[in-house]
């Protein structure tokens, strides 16, 4: 295990569905990202939290809301999704401003019907 | 121009082969120069990473990188089919944020 945990691992979902996906991590890292995953295409990264503060935001559409309540936790609220918002969804944990090794979690593999 | 150019592959070797998984970027800030593995069904993993240029040797695998160039290299001897995935290069400047190039994937037959 990698020390960061995410579920669900799978998910299916209707395009007028609400689901939230969750990342949690206990290496006492102070950063938490969002990445999307596409095939044939780079890690495309989200949200970027540092110390509970959303520090990056990429032009992501409102349909993911993203949500850190603390240091250890980071949630992607989703809604109203399209089909090609069909991804894997990655989270992934560091130490912030101390090293740029990024810890990552096995994914959500995400399908809109 | 993209930050970070990465040939998609598939590269295809037999075991024991001696492989060189390349990137090119395009952003001088770059400091930190990481490569991540990805095995099927997985989260990516860190292999290694070098800071600025030079090279950095982890048993059979050895992070090269050319600032002046901006180019970025990992040599991977005595290959092995568990080698077989999916490697990420992902240069990264003071953010700490690292930027990943599309992947390469390796496959290593016996």
């Known amino acids: 295990e990698t020390g960061v945990t995410q579920t669900p691992r799978h998910l299916v979902m209707g395009m007028t569905n609400k689901k939230s996906l969750k990342c949690e991590q206990h290496l006492g890292h102070n950063a938490m990202y969002w990445y999307k995953q596409s095939a044939k295409k780079p890690l495309e990264l989200m949200f970027v939290?540092?110390?509970?503060?959303?520090?990056e935001n990429n032009s992501v559409p409102s349909r993911f809301s993203p949500e850190c309540p603390n240091s250890s936790h980071l949630f992607l609220h989703l809604h109203t999704l399209q089909p090609e918002d069909s991804a894997l969804y990655l989270c992934a944990s560091s130490a912030g401003t101390v090293t740029a090794e990024a810890f990552f979690g096995q994914g959500t593999r995400l399908t809109v019907v | 121009q993209k930050e970070v150019e990465q040939d998609p592959g598939p590269l295809s070797v037999p075991e024991g082969a001696i492989v060189s998984l390349n990137c090119t970027y395009s952003?001088?800030?770059?400091?930190?120069f990481m490569w991540y593995r990805q095995y099927s069904r997985k989260g990516p993993e860190l292999l290694m990473y070098t800071y600025s240029s030079g090279n950095k040797e982890d048993g059979r695998f050895t992070a090269q990188v050319d600032k002046s160039s901006k180019y970025i290299s990992l040599f991977i001897r005595d290959s092995q089919p568990s080698d077989s995935a999916t490697y990420l290069c992902?240069?990264?400047?003071?953010?700490?944020?690292?930027?990943f190039g599309r992947g390469t994937s390796l496959i290593v037959h016996p």
């Open positions: 939290y540092s110390l509970e503060e959303r520090v």
């Open positions: 952003n001088s800030a770059f400091q930190y």
């Open positions: 992902a240069p990264t400047g003071g953010s700490y944020i690292p930027t």
